[in-house]
Every structure is written in structure tokens, then in C-alpha cells.
């Protein structure tokens, strides 16, 4: 069973745009991780955020963390054509097993 | 520094047979995890080895196995393929779980499985 749900399930914007993609999960975390897959091929991790942060940034990437809401939101700024990809959130509820959403395709058009 | 590698990239097998697949952690990294995204199924873990041990094991029947070698590659056994076992196999590896601050998990480009 999957422990987070995302949300939208897909999101197709124009670039220059920002995208924003949320998640909720269902346990305690100590931390929740988001990672990117181009079409089906391995996943690449964008950003960990531990569970007493409310905000991170990296690059165009901006990860907000509500742990009283169970819920956390990517967001991509000014959107590339490359960004095009589907995003995972994935938690460590059971220890160091990564338990993954379903994941939001994002289609960013130019 | 060289990413997380996984042989072979695809395979194609008959139901019955037996897979094999291959995983090369990341240099300095002792963890080595298994992940199976079927269609429709999304990402489910398989399988956790740190230090040469077994350390988690997902809900997959025991026909999926595996090891993790001396140099901390690892090896996924599937036993008596199903159709149904058609998926990207992931393999990623993270740093040993006595010094992990962080917990990520860095991937593999995955092998694709294919049971006819």
C-alpha cells in the first residue's frame, strides 16, 4: 500500500510558469523526500526535507512541510521544457523502506 | 563520482524462468534497496540489505530474493517468473544507516523486466 497520495495526478502548464504538486501521507515521518523520473527511467533525488523543517529551497525548488496536516507542496518555479517528468514524494514511515505516492506527470509545453 | 549502476538494463524472459539483476551501490555506500514499479502498481519496496543483511523485506512473496556481496553489490532473484512480475526493477543505495543524517536514497536507471 502506498502511504502518500499526490496531487494533482497530472499538470500540463506553458513554460515560464510555475507548477505546483502536493502530497499527503497517512503515519509519522522522521523525514519526506521528493524525486523526479524522466519517462520510466530511474528516479532522481531533488530534495529531502526532515520532519522539524517547514521550508526548503533548492535551486528553482521551493518544498513546504506540514506535519500537522500530513501534507507537503513542490513547487518548480519559472518552468523549463526539461522539467517535464513525473514527481514522487516517498516518506521513511517504516525506517529506511521509502514508501512512494503515485506521483504527479507534469507536461510543461514550449 | 559514479551513480548507482544496474545490469542488465533490460530482460525478457519466460513465465517459470528465473531473473537475475544486478546492482553496484554508489562508492562509500553500505545500503542497498530494491524497488518494483509495475504499471498501475506504482513504487513498491522490495527489499532493504545493509552491511551483507537482510534489514526489511516488503510484502513480496519469497520467491524474490536476494544478497548483498562483500563490495555491498547486490543481487535480486526472481524465482518462478509470473506475468505479472513484468516492471522496472530500481536499485538504490544510500549511506551506512549508523551515519545517515539525511536517509536519501540514490537510484539506479532501473531494469526493465519483461515475462512473456
Known amino acids: 500500500s502506498q502511504q502518500g497520495e499526490e496531487d494533482p495526478q497530472a499538470l500540463s502548464i506553458q513554460e515560464g510558469e510555475n507548477a505546483t504538486m502536493n502530497c499527503s501521507y497517512k503515519?509519522?515521518?522522521?523525514?519526506l523526500q521528493w524525486y523526479r523520473q524522466n519517462s520510466g527511467r530511474g528516479l532522481v533525488h531533488l530534495i529531502l526535507?526532515?520532519?522539524?523543517?517547514r521550508e526548503k529551497h533548492s535551486g528553482r525548488l521551493r518544498v513546504t512541510l506540514d506535519t500537522s496536516k500530513k501534507s507537503s507542496s513542490l513547487l518548480i518555479t519559472a518552468s523549463r521544457a526539461a522539467d517535464t517528468a513525473s514527481y514522487f514524494c516517498?516518506?521513511?514511515?517504516?525506517?529506511?523502506?521509502?514508501?512512494f505516492g503515485a506521483g504527479t506527470i507534469l507536461r510543461v509545453k514550449s | 563520482e559514479a551513480g548507482v549502476t544496474q545490469s542488465p538494463t533490460h530482460l525478457i524472459k519466460t513465465r517459470g524462468q528465473q531473473a537475475t539483476l544486478r546492482c553496484s551501490p554508489i562508492?562509500?555506500?553500505?545500503?542497498v534497496y530494491w524497488y518494483q514499479q509495475a504499471l498501475g502498481l506504482g513504487l513498491q519496496f522490495l527489499l532493504w540489505?545493509?552491511?551483507?543483511?537482510?534489514?526489511n523485506r516488503g510484502n513480496f512473496p519469497p520467491r524474490f530474493s536476494g544478497r548483498q556481496f562483500p563490495n555491498y553489490s547486490s543481487e535480486l532473484n526472481v524465482n518462478a517468473l509470473e506475468l505479472e512480475d513484468s516492471a522496472l526493477y530500481l536499485c538504490?543505495?544510500?549511506?551506512?544507516?549508523?551515519?545517515?543524517?539525511?536517509?536519501?536514497?540514490?537510484f539506479g536507471p532501473g531494469t526493465r523486466l519483461t515475462v512473456t
Open positions: 562508492s562509500g555506500h553500505t545500503s
Open positions: 526535507i526532515r520532519s522539524n523543517e
Open positions: 540489505y545493509d552491511e551483507g543483511e537482510e534489514r
Open positions: 503515519t509519522s515521518i522522521n523525514n
Open positions: 516517498a516518506t521513511d514511515a517504516d525506517g529506511n523502506k521509502l514508501v
Open positions: 538504490a543505495s544510500s549511506l551506512p544507516i549508523k551515519v545517515l543524517v539525511s536517509g536519501e536514497q540514490y
